[in-house]
């Protein structure tokens, strides 16, 4: 009897090998290059090589179109954009809705811009041709499919090229345009391009963080090659001017991202514990950083290293199950809104603010994300990983479902 009930585990065990196999997208997306017999570099075959700008500016055109249409097709317009950032913006106690205010007033900003005559401008053109050979020029220094050099504690520090191509296009955009929509939409289109570029191998790379995470001993790696590449990870993350975290980095490679990661996630248990008061139900932990929840009678994932914002500690929403559209259509609001607000006449000081408090909703959380992309990779979801690239953004990374 007993051999019968040995022999039925493990008929059922084998019968469940997608359950510990790695998904055949990841087998087709990273490659472990070794040298000797040692991992030298981790690759990312969904990145793509060469570099256009014309994916954003199609993008930024066609989503200003299209919200123009709305502004003026629907009376509503603006209520709804208010309703839509009401729970957030009130949040940091914004009862009076100033900040609600400045983005509506941005918004309104660009309802009546003439998009076709921006983007068809001769000059818009060849100063976009101009960023595109130098931005070109400084990516060519860096291999797109690395993301994770483990022999090099300094690989990514290194490389860190792409923001003097940004101070040297605003200067130009300074002298060649008089037509004030004209250089705030080039300013702004300049500065989006260098970070989406930047920010494209950090959703990769927290995409592989999942399974680092997850899956470490369905790798084939031994376990000192994969603190090497967390080490790789957070070094990439380095600012450019930050050479003493770099010297940190290089003193401690063989367990500099291990510790700098696992700080992060006894951060993020820490914010969970002091934030259960505000969910009706915790459900599963789904890695390092998501977490599932009922928050005011919706079913979401929370973001568990990333906030709400910059005034408010509470985990930002990652994802709702309920009405999984919401959160890609609030940060397309405010994505436009950074661009409207360039053209308020409001103090500098104020627009800072305002700019810095949008942006705090959406940017650092949709690069953390990528865990949550791989995540839903590794359960076979392919509609949940194409609602996580609508919230993501970023038109230079087209090849992410395999």
């Known amino acids: 009897m007993r051999m019968n009930l040995t022999a039925i585990v493990l008929t059922f065990l084998l019968a469940l090998p997608s359950a510990f196999a790695l998904p055949d997208a990841f087998q087709k997306r990273f490659k472990f290059v070794k040298k000797d017999g040692k991992l ?16 954003y500016v199609e993008f930024i055109k066609d989503n200003l179109k299209k919200e123009q249409a709305l502004m003026n097709s629907k009376s509503d317009y603006f209520m709804e954009v208010e309703e839509l950032l009401a729970e957030d913006f009130k949040s940091m106690g914004d009862e009076k809705g100033d900040q609600t205010q400045i983005v509506v007033d941005a918004l309104k900003a660009l309802r009546d811009i003439d998009v076709d005559a921006i983007f068809e401008n001769p000059q818009f053109k060849q100063y976009i041709e101009k960023i595109e050979i130098k931005m070109g020029d400084a990516l060519n220094s860096l291999n797109p499919f690395v993301i994770a050099r483990v022999d090099n504690s300094s690989y990514f520090y290194k490389r860190a090229v792409t923001y003097q191509v940004v101070k040297w296009g605003l200067d130009l955009a300074r002298k060649i345009f008089s037509s004030v929509p004209i250089l705030n939409t080039a300013s702004y289109v300049l500065v989006k391009v260098e970070k989406l570029i930047r920010e494209r191998r950090e959703f990769h790379q927290n995409m592989l963080m999942h399974y680092l995470e ?11 090659e994969v603190d090497l590449i967390y080490s790789s990870i957070q070094e990439s993350r380095i600012p450019w001017f930050a050479f003493w975290e770099s010297n940190a980095a290089k003193q401690g490679w063989d367990k500099y991202g291990v510790n700098k990661f696992y700080t992060n996630v006894r951060m993020a248990n820490t914010r969970l514990r002091a934030n259960r008061s505000r969910y009706s139900r915790s459900g599963s932990r789904l890695n390092f950083a998501f ?17 709400n914002d910059m005034f408010n500690s509470k985990p930002a929403v990652a994802y709702n199950l309920d009405n999984p559209q919401k959160i890609a259509r609030k940060r397309m609001i405010l994505q436009l809104a950074g661009l409207g607000m360039s053209f308020l006449s409001l103090p500098s000081w104020i627009k800072d603010i305002a700019d810095g408090y949008i942006k705090s909703h959406y ?21 949940m990983q194409e609602e996580i690239i609508k919230q993501y953004q970023n038109p230079f990374d087209v090849n992410l479902i395999l």
């Open 40 to 55: 030298v570099e981790v690759r990312d075959a969904s990145m793509t090589a060469g570099f256009s700008i014309r994916p």
């Open 291 to 307: 977490q599932e929840v009922v928050e005011n009678n919706e079913n979401v994932i929370v973001n568990l290293f990333d906030t």
């Open 214 to 224: 997850n899956h470490e001993s369905e790798l084939g790696l031994e376990k000192e």
């Open 363 to 383: 940017e650092k959380q949709r690069i953390t994300e990528g865990s949550l992309f791989g995540y839903f990779e590794s359960q076979g979801e392919t509609l």
